[in-house]
């Protein structure tokens, strides 16, 4: 997805709430994991990093850049298209951060 597009979204979202992380590329201290509790495994894929990050702002600065690109596959803004997966992302992002659960419990896997 474009560079700008994210940095539009991503970095507002950041200094709002303080935390920021994307799911498919993000590093963390073995031990601030430990003292979050690891990973929800109940969330399937919707607010899994969302939720990481909450939690991980508890223990200390979650660090947030887009320098950091990593290529990954656009085959579900493809199929769901960019204005119906950027809703369903952002409702996820903040019912993450309002109600501390993600909005959509189930996903389709979209693998083509």
């Keep these: 997805m474009n560079n700008v597009y994210w ?7 950041y200094f709002f ?3 920021m992380m994307v799911g498919g590329n993000f ?3 073995r031990e601030a994991l430990l003292k979050i509790g690891g990973f929800d495994e109940s969330i399937d894929f ?7 990050a909450r939690r ?3 223990v200390g600065k979650v660090k947030f850049t887009l320098f950091l690109p990593m290529p ?4 579900r803004l493809k199929k769901e ?3 119906t997966a950027t809703f369903i992302y952002a409702a996820n992002f903040f019912s993450e951060v309002l109600r501390k659960k993600p909005f959509t419990r189930e996903y389709k896997d979209i693998r083509e």
């Design 72 to 75: 990954t596959s656009a085959r």
């Design 56 to 58: 991980l702002s508890y």
């Design 17 to 19: 709430t303080g935390y």
């Design 81 to 83: 298209g960019l204005l």
């Design 7 to 13: 940095t539009c979204l991503a970095y507002p979202t």
């Design 27 to 29: 590093a963390v201290k």
């Design 46 to 52: 919707y607010g899994e990093d969302t939720d990481i």
